[in-house]
């Protein structure tokens, strides 16, 4: 099962023969991902790492069935790449690409609702179910195969909390980086929604930052979830008005607040982590309660 | 990026949004001279990038050429919660009958741009109770149409020649918010006055990704000098008022780290993200604004993914023979490249932590041994 990407997935990598977008499809084939065409303009007929290039998204879907798309290509033209995968009827599309403005990241977020295209990011590090495949920039060795979901805003923080949890044996079902932008695709809430139905997950680890509603969003809907929700949250220090890192970490107006998520979620039935490597010690636990 | 007040009417004015006539000065004669240009009393307006400037005593009346320059002299040259006021704007006071608000700003839950409205205006819209508010989501792709002015202009209680004023102001706001990649533009307050509609106040903010496409504003710089600096580097950086200073790769993980040193008792001095696959240089350089800011200690904590731990050591080995690093430095690589870089480290007489835990305890204790 897993949920998004799998072993069937065929990927087009758009921004294939850029620095970046080169050197992740090399690494998302060397995981497994059937990495299918590239797009690049004006690069159309090229190869890259014996993949093929193409101009349009549409050529990669008529010759290799594409249907999930990782977006490399640089800002300023991520908005027509995104929406050129979301035309081309990609079922999943994943924006690795940072520094999107938010009036493009929202017109995206609205062509691929009317579209019914599930968009991952943008300023993600991608999608991966360990031993099938991956869609993103997250490094191979971190993951396991196993009955773990996460859902995280951040990488390096999500990373860390992998390898803490398959350090412990506890494997992954599906790990989902959302992004850190303001105005991002799939939310927690989404994520959440597919991991409760996946049979392959029977735990699901949470990992937020201040900032934004989402955490109390998810909190709502962890109230009706079966599956046991391990949460971690990053920002308990950060000042209030300042944007730490993320576009979306500030704490405005006495909202999005550290208290304030930690309260609901606890609320809704999710063991909160204090530190990053207690993460595993609580989901064994809430595990074997659930086994029981 | 803010737009200092001025700057916000500028934009306004050419959208076709009445703003009071005036214009900004920068020396007590130039102010007397805005004035007698406006030819009636006038309102003389701190141009800083703080909220509650009324309040703080950043904003005075004059009904006189004499006194504008008067009041002008007082404020030039002082400071507003921390911020040198060295300009400010010379505008028609305006008779009050009725304040309101009008904003446009960016909802993330939502993932659209959202209208906010209100009949009580001129306060604080955080302190406005919710059900005095008229809010509504704007669809991107079709933009605020007309009809969807009126239709807030009618639940917000306005009507006649007023109503049709606020409802032609609202639809040139979200213009404004549109084709300005702004992620808040607000008029707070807009004022009736007689029967005339003006924008009293201007707000906006532009999105930061989106400089590139409006090179033609100019450009306002906000933080601190140290904050700037590293951000011309290209990474993040916020200043904090403890004394360990912290590099860590990725915001989450950074945040994280604060966290954890915090808990631990210490206090950190700085967030500074170097980012996913930052190269030696930047590194190096982010590394030398720490030490610069002289912290009792400094941890660095690397989860390498695209982030080389070989390149972290490297940047480290190059920041001490640069400059040196004075004060204990404690570093936890693991990741891509993790037995180069711990060995890289070594050679200098660093140990490297594997555990995140291990290390914010160690740099805690370094920072109290040290005080």
Redesign the interface.
Known sequence: MAILVDEKTRVVVQGITGHQGAFHARQMLDYGTRVVAGVTPGKGGEEVHGVPVYETVEEAVEKHGANASAIFVP??FARDAAFEAIDAGLRVVVIITE?????????V???GR?RGATIVGPNT?GVISPGKSKLG???NPIYRPGPVGIV?????????IA?NLSGAGLGQSTVVGMG?D????L?FVDVLKQLERDEETRAVVL?G??G???EE?AAEFIKGMTKPVVA?L??????PG????????IIE??RGTFESKVKALTAGGARVA????EVPDLVREALGQAAG | MKLYEYLAKEEFRKFGIPVPPGRVAASPEDAAAAAREVGRPVAIKSQVLAGGRGKAGGIRFADTPEAAEAEARALLGTELHGHAIDRLLVEEKLRIDRELYLGVT?D??A???LVITSVRGGVNI?EVPEKELVKRHV???WGLQPYACRQVVRRLGLGGPVGRQVADILGRLYQVF?SR?A?LAEINPLVVSGDRVIAADARLNV?D??A??HKDLPRVEEGTELERRVREIGL?Y?E?DGDIAVM?????????T??????YGGR?AN?L?AG?GASVEPMAQAVEVLVSTRPKAILINI????TRCDDVANALVQVRQRVGIPMPLVVRL???NEAQGVEILRREGITAYR???EAAARVVELAKGAA
């Open positions: 800002a300023p520094h999107i403005p938010v009036h493009d990241a929202m017109q977020m609205a062509f009317s590090f920039i997250m490094p995280a805003r951040s990488g390096t923080l999500s990373y860390e390898a850190g303001r105005v991002v695709g939310g990992v930052e201040i934004g509603t989402a969003e971690y990053a920002g308990k220090s950060a000042p300042k944007r730490m890192g993320h576009a979306g970490a107006r006495g204090g530190f990053p490597w | 960016v993330g839950a993932r659209t741009p955080e669809d991107p792709t549109r990649d992620e999105d990704e989106a590139y496409r993040s916020v904090l860590a790769n990725g915001a989450g993980i950074t945040m994280a604060l966290d954890i040193i915090q808990a950190p967030f993200d996913g989860f390498g993914g695209i693991v990741g891509t555990s995140m835990d």
